[in-house]
Nanobody
């Protein structure tokens, strides 16, 4: 079993900062990609940021320059440092990992339960 658990969400004022964390546990052979998605009420789930092998990162245009994704391979964790938060960043943030559970496994996607981020005055 693979489990991803997010933490760090909460209520913050516009312009504030939050640091989200996600820890993966279970039968993990190798993590290919870790990413953060978010879903606001009435909207589609969207990719916020991802980090792959070699530390290659990708960000949604809406968060570039404000968010930073990082990965601690030794701990099977991923973080999302969010600065300059805006009300439109309000959403449930989900951790996703594409990982292999064993050698020969091409990789499958696993999702965390989500953590609420609310940006409001």
């Amino acid at each position: 079993q693979v489990q991803l658990v997010e933490s760090g969400g909460g209520l913050v004022q516009p312009g504030g900062s939050l640091r989200l964390s996600c820890a993966a546990s279970g039968s993990i052979f190798r993590i290919n990609v870790m990413a953060w998605y978010r879903q606001a009420p009435g909207k589609q789930r969207e990719l916020v940021a991802s980090i792959g092998n070699g530390g290659i990162t990708n960000y949604a245009d809406s968060v570039k320059g404000r968010f930073t994704i990082s990965r601690d391979n030794a701990k099977n964790t991923v973080h999302l440092e969010m600065n300059g938060l805006k009300p439109e960043d309000t959403a449930v943030y989900y951790c996703m990992s594409n990982l292999r559970t064993h050698l020969g496994d091409l990789g499958s996607n696993y999702w965390g339960q989500g953590t609420q981020v609310t940006v409001s005055s």
